[in-house]
């Protein structure tokens, strides 16, 4: 069975930084890629960043330049370096897997349980 659990969520104030990673877990052989989206109140989950497997990378427009997307493949991690925090970063942040090869078998879009990120103004 395989898991994505997030952590390093939290309340900063507007300028902070936080630091999120999400642990993948189970017998894992590799994993494509790995992307943070998040979900304000009252508003549709946007992605935010992702990364290859190969270590490419791209954001959305709000967060580039203050957010920096990374993953170590060896520990089956990917973390999200939030700096200059805004309020409008406020939102659950989730973390998610398109492929994941484990045992013999192959599966599809796995999701973390969410990690909340408050930046007060």
């Known amino acids: 069975q395989v898991q994505l659990v997030e952590s390093g969520g939290g309340l900063v104030q507007a300028g902070g930084s936080l630091r999120l990673s999400c642990a993948a877990s189970g017998n894992i052989v590799s994993i494509n890629a790995m992307l943070w989206y998040r979900q304000a109140p009252g508003k549709q989950r946007e992605l935010v960043a992702a990364?290859?497997?190969?270590?490419?990378?791209k954001y959305v427009d709000s967060v580039q330049g203050r957010f920096t997307i990374s993953r170590d493949n060896a520990k089956n991690m990917v973390y999200l370096q939030m700096n200059s925090l805004k309020p409008e970063d406020t939102a659950v942040y989730y973390c998610?897997?398109?492929?994941?090869?484990?045992?013999?078998?192959?599966?599809?879009?796995?999701w973390g349980q969410g990690t909340q990120v408050t930046v007060s103004s």
């Open positions: 990364v290859t497997s190969g270590g490419s990378t």
């Open positions: 998610n897997a398109d492929r994941i090869y484990y045992d013999d078998y192959v599966g599809y879009d796995y």
